[in-house]
């Protein structure tokens, strides 16, 4: 039984092994870090109403492109989005587990988790993966997105592989294309038209997508926004009412009437 | 002493009279399903008996709080490591009473050496369509069974059986309110019979005189309706809904008072007096 609705010790008691989700390469030889299929760019920056998660579709391993089509911003609950950069068999299961817990803790509480205590427990997950993270067979990045009820506003923080935890004022970016967002972002709100943040869903959904183009420019591993393949990045925004995925369709609209043709 | 079966058979018997007893006072509970979804109803005076049990699950009490507390979190940490573990799709309430409650109350039942779960429990699960929705009850013996459409929690199983019939004699509800209307009424028979029924004591003394209360006539609409009324007075009318239309994973809400007051019909509101 979880005493405090702490289900990591229920799945403890069952035998799980939670605290070794991939073990770490034991030198026996024939591990490639080329081989580890890996996530890419994601980033996530508040906007006027909350904030916006965003990431590309694309999976590599080494130079191969695994996967154009992967879903790397989580919605974890109502309220919460879990954005991966990194290995993703540790991050999806990392994901599914974060999920369950905050399942279990309101259900059997009767109570939603903190804020807080939802950072806590990525924190937690990623430290107990650092074994795994080092040897690069588990190494997850992440970015936590959610809407803070006590204190009614949206908030972003990142992690480093093991687990430390920055809190974001504007805007926070993972992964191989993260730089080129970065540095675009930086720009924008030093000497751009005002603060990003300032930016209505319309404005702030262009400027994603066009972030996104950028990343893809400079970074292979990238997968951007491809039209022709109907290939879109996953966006979400989250605010007061919660977490909503932004349809293709509407990414569709904005992305052939305002980032292919230079207006 | 209770090596000798005769003895053992009569601290069981024992026990079913205490724990009859027991239930008399307690709230009944009723599970409707309806086009919309799964309607659970009861009243409760401060301690809920209904809860979120998984994504499509809820469970619905009636007894001791401390039982019914313990024997959800067994529900929970089952349903959830199973979620976890396989699929979400994989969580099934029959799976859950025959393979996680059941095995424990009946146990505890029949342990005649510990004190057995003061507790009979509803677990209901809505599907996709309203043909795959299902009910489960149990009673205090770890007997348990599905049931189609109604089900109910109520002291004694002739008051069960005479609900049943009664289910099966009037309409179905199409709409959320035409659910809360029905299991409202459904709830004030249950009250009123189970708290009319004499005692196993007096059931005895009477049955040689009037064998003819074992068949219980369902109350006049005028008394039903003012068991409502006197109730929801003074006790919190706790209503939810696993609503299979609300587009998400989850399907668990509570009704509000305030969604739930433009529900109740006219009859049913108490009057309050100035």
């Given at each position: 039984?979880?005493?405090?609705?702490?289900?990591?010790?229920?799945?403890?008691?069952?035998?799980?092994?939670?605290?070794?989700?991939?073990?770490?390469?034991?030198?026996?030889?024939?591990?490639?870090?080329?081989?580890?299929?890996?996530?890419?760019?994601?980033?996530?920056?508040?906007?006027?109403?909350?904030?916006?998660?965003?990431?590309?579709?694309?999976?590599?391993?080494?130079?191969?492109?695994?996967?154009?089509?992967?879903?790397?911003?989580?919605?974890?609950?109502?309220?919460?989005?879990?954005?991966?950069?990194?290995?993703?068999?540790?991050?999806?299961?990392?994901?599914?587990?974060?999920?369950?817990?905050?399942?279990?803790?309101?259900?059997?509480?009767?109570?939603d988790l903190s804020f807080e205590g939802k950072l806590r427990a990525l924190a937690t997950l990623l430290k107990n993966n650092a074994p795994a993270a080092l040897a690069g067979t588990g190494t997850v990045a992440p970015v936590f997105a959610g809407y803070?009820?006590?204190?009614?506003?949206?908030?972003?923080?990142?992690?480093?592989?093991?687990?430390?935890?920055?809190?974001?004022?504007?805007?926070?970016?993972?992964?191989?294309?993260?730089?080129?967002?970065?540095?675009?972002?930086?720009?924008?709100?030093?000497?751009?038209?005002?603060?990003?943040?300032?930016?209505?869903?319309?404005?702030?959904?262009?400027?994603?997508?066009?972030?996104?183009?950028?990343?893809?420019?400079?970074?292979?591993?990238?997968?951007?926004?491809?039209?022709?393949?109907?290939?879109?990045?996953?966006?979400?925004?989250?605010?007061?009412?919660?977490?909503?995925?932004?349809?293709?369709?509407?990414?569709?609209?904005?992305?052939?009437?305002?980032?292919?043709?230079?207006? | 002493?209770?090596?000798?079966?005769?003895?053992?058979?009569?601290?069981?018997?024992?026990?079913?009279?205490?724990?009859?007893?027991?239930?008399?006072?307690?709230?009944?509970?009723?599970?409707?399903?309806?086009?919309?979804?799964?309607?659970?109803?009861?009243?409760?005076?401060?301690?809920?008996?209904?809860?979120?049990?998984?994504?499509?699950?809820?469970?619905?009490?009636?007894?001791?709080?401390?039982?019914?507390?313990?024997?959800?979190?067994?529900?929970?940490?089952?349903?959830?490591?199973?979620?976890?573990?396989?699929?979400?799709?994989?969580?099934?309430?029959?799976?859950?009473?025959?393979?996680?409650?059941?095995?424990?109350?009946?146990?505890?039942?029949?342990?005649?050496?510990?004190?057995?779960?003061?507790?009979?429990?509803?677990?209901?699960?809505?599907?996709?369509?309203?043909?795959?929705?299902?009910?489960?009850?149990?009673?205090?013996d770890g007997m348990f069974e599905e049931q189609r459409e109604f089900g109910v929690l109520v002291s004694s199983s002739s008051i069960r059986e005479t609900l049943s019939q009664e289910w099966k004699a009037q309409g179905r509800p199409t709409s959320l309110?035409?659910?809360?209307?029905?299991?409202?009424?459904?709830?004030?028979?249950?009250?009123?019979?189970?708290?009319?029924?004499?005692?196993?004591?007096?059931?005895?003394?009477?049955?040689?005189?009037?064998?003819?209360?074992?068949?219980?006539?369902?109350?006049?609409?005028?008394?039903?309706?003012?068991?409502?009324r006197e109730t929801l007075s003074r006790e919190t009318l706790e209503c939810v809904l696993l609503d299979r239309e609300s587009g998400k994973m989850e399907t668990y809400h509570t009704l509000c008072q305030a969604e739930l007051q433009p529900l109740i019909?006219?009859?049913?509101?108490?009057?309050?007096?100035?």
């Open positions: 039984m979880g005493p405090q609705g702490d289900f990591l010790q229920v799945l403890r008691e069952q035998g799980y092994a939670l605290d070794n989700l991939f073990p770490s390469s034991n030198g026996n030889g024939g591990f490639n870090q080329a081989d580890v299929t890996t996530g890419t760019t994601v980033f996530a920056m508040k906007y006027a109403d909350g904030v916006l998660v965003a990431g590309d579709r694309r999976a590599t391993a080494g130079n191969v492109v695994m996967y154009d089509r992967t879903d790397k911003v989580l919605e974890i609950d109502r309220f919460s989005v879990l954005a991966i950069a990194g290995v993703p068999a540790t991050a999806f299961e990392m994901a599914r587990i974060l999920e369950h817990s905050f399942k279990y803790y309101r259900r059997s509480q009767l109570q803070d009820a006590q204190e009614g506003c949206g908030k972003i923080f990142f992690y480093d592989i093991l687990g430390a935890e920055f809190e974001a004022v504007e805007y926070a970016v993972s992964g191989s294309g993260s730089p080129t967002i970065r540095g675009i972002l930086y720009y924008m709100n030093r000497w751009g038209n005002g603060p990003v943040g300032g930016l209505n869903e319309e404005d702030a959904l262009i400027f994603v997508l066009r972030l996104m183009t950028s990343a893809a420019e400079f970074d292979s591993a990238t997968g951007g926004v491809d039209a022709q393949a109907q290939l879109y990045p996953i966006v979400k925004r989250i605010s007061a009412e919660g977490v909503r995925t932004i349809p293709a369709d509407r990414l569709k609209t904005l992305f052939s009437d305002k980032v292919l043709n230079n207006v | 002493m209770y090596e000798e079966p005769y003895r053992w058979i009569e601290a069981v018997a024992n026990r079913r009279t205490y724990l009859d007893d027991q239930f008399i006072q307690g709230n009944p509970l009723i599970a409707v399903s309806f086009a919309r979804g799964i309607l659970l109803l009861t009243v409760n005076r401060g301690t809920e008996k209904i809860y979120e049990i998984y994504d499509r699950i809820a469970l619905g009490g009636m007894g001791h709080p401390a039982d019914l507390e313990k024997l959800r979190y067994t529900l929970l940490d089952m349903a959830h490591v199973e979620g976890f573990q396989r699929s979400p799709s994989d969580v099934t309430a029959s799976r859950l009473m025959k393979n996680g409650l059941a095995p424990v109350i009946k146990q505890a039942f029949e342990e005649i050496f510990k004190a057995p779960y003061i507790t009979k429990v509803l677990l209901a699960e809505v599907g996709a369509t309203q043909d795959r929705d299902h009910l489960f009850s149990i009673n205090y309110q035409a659910a809360i209307e029905v299991s409202l009424r459904m709830w004030g028979i249950s009250s009123l019979l189970q708290t009319d029924t004499p005692s196993p004591d007096e059931e005895e003394k009477g049955a040689v005189s009037a064998p003819t209360t074992s068949v219980a006539t369902i109350p006049d609409k005028e008394t039903i309706a003012s068991r409502i019909p006219q009859s049913f509101v108490p009057v309050i007096e100035r």
